[in-house]
């Protein structure tokens, strides 16, 4: 079995509390975790699922933000970022189980048995389905019971499950939303010698309906997170202190998000791209007339490598717009910060000043 010796016994700044971190985790706080969403369809309805419409019930496939049509998709996105793992998530993962297991293979392929794979489920599955995702490769399973078998948690097919995935040496858990408190579950998870996982409960556009219906109400302070799910959160950790985590709204945020999205960003970028303290890039835009652009960057004997020309726009480095004479004369040129990713969202545009000024309008 592979375990942590980290140690943690209080939230940090980002408000995540954590003791006994499995391996999947401590990737994911890396940034080193490839995301590998194999389906949108599932069986369940939860009141709090957060998926989004573009996802759910929609049985396509997903590297991160990369639509996947391929297996060199897949291997391209992993490669990109330098992944040292996979979490495969959905939707159900396993009512596409033969997808799940074809990615499973195809990862431990082509990186290795270091690739640390983990998977979400909302189902309990029987032996000998456990037995093929062992086979498989998969390191590590976190299993979602319904609510309604929280308080029953050791008399459903979950509990058998969990004991099963560690009788057959992998890594195994139960991973579930801070709604209240849980003391039946982590006893029977502490009995299996498994981990506990709670999330912070969150607001999105799909789940606020139902969860405005419940009584929830959003945090002041967190646009997104539910009030009181992080104290229920932190109360369950330090009544379990030895085997469970609570991760907050703001630590998937501001941790795995943008530890993702520098990984990404530091194996990617460009000569001329400046790497953000979260992980976006930001260059110069030139736009227009690109031709005469070109003609400057050439005469000003810029290096090639710290300018490209993408066909209708030149992107370089985002001082260069300033410090080159004439640029911003003759071409529209502006200063954008986006994620580095294929087509990545742009975060911020400044235009800049014909005269070349650099000053903003």
């Known amino acids: 079995m592979k375990s942590s010796s980290m140690k943690i016994s209080e939230a940090d700044e980002t ?14 706080m890396k940034g080193a975790k490839l995301v590998l969403f194999v389906t949108g369809a599932c069986a369940r309805d939860c009141f709090y699922c957060p998926l ?21 998709d897949v291997i391209a996105e992993a490669k990109r970022m330098r992944a040292l793992g996979t979490g495969i998530t959905g939707g159900e993962p396993l009512l596409k189980l033969e997808r799940t297991l074809h990615y499973i293979r195809l990862l431990k392929a082509k990186f290795g048995d270091r690739h640390h794979i983990h998977l979400y489920t909302g189902i309990a599955p029987p032996d000998s389905i456990l037995k093929r995702l062992r086979d498989a490769g998969l390191d590590e399973i976190r299993f979602h019971p319904p609510v309604e078998d929280w308080d029953r948690f050791r008399e459903t097919s979950f509990f058998h499950a969990l004991k ?22 982590a006893e029977a998870v502490r009995e299996a010698g498994g981990f506990l996982n709670v999330n912070e409960l969150e607001f999105s556009d799909t789940n606020s ?7 929830y109400r959003l945090r002041d302070d967190i646009s997104n997170a539910v009030l009181g799910s992080e ?32 990984r990404i960003a530091r194996h990617t970028a460009r000569p001329f791209d400046e790497i953000s303290a979260d992980g976006t890039i930001i260059y110069g835009e030139i736009e227009g007339n690109i031709t005469d652009a070109l003609r400057i960057l050439k005469g000003s004997n810029i290096p090639r490598r710290m300018y490209r020309s993408y066909g209708g726009r030149i992107e370089t480095a985002w001082w260069l717009l300033e410090e080159t ?28 000043r014909s005269s070349g000024s650099g000053d903003s309008e």
């Open 15 to 28: 408000g995540s509390m954590y003791t006994k971190l499995c391996r999947g985790c401590r990737l994911c």
């Open 52 to 72: 989004s419409e573009a996802r759910k019930g929609r049985d396509d496939v997903y590297a991160n933000e990369r639509r996947v049509l391929s297996d060199e």
């Open 164 to 185: 099963r995935s560690k009788g057959l040496g992998m890594d195994a858990g139960v991973e579930i939303p801070s709604i209240r408190p849980v003391p039946q579950m």
């Open 209 to 215: 309906a139902a969860l405005k219906k419940k009584g």
């Open 231 to 262: 104290k229920t959160g932190h109360e369950i950790v330090l009544n379990n202190i030895a085997y469970t985590r609570y991760c907050s709204s703001r630590f998937k945020d501001a941790v795995q998000l943008r530890e993702r999205l520098k």
């Open 325 to 352: 004479g004439g640029l911003c004369a003759v071409a529209r040129c502006s200063i954008v910060e986006r994620y580095p990713l294929d087509n990545g969202l742009v975060v911020e545009r400044i235009p800049l």
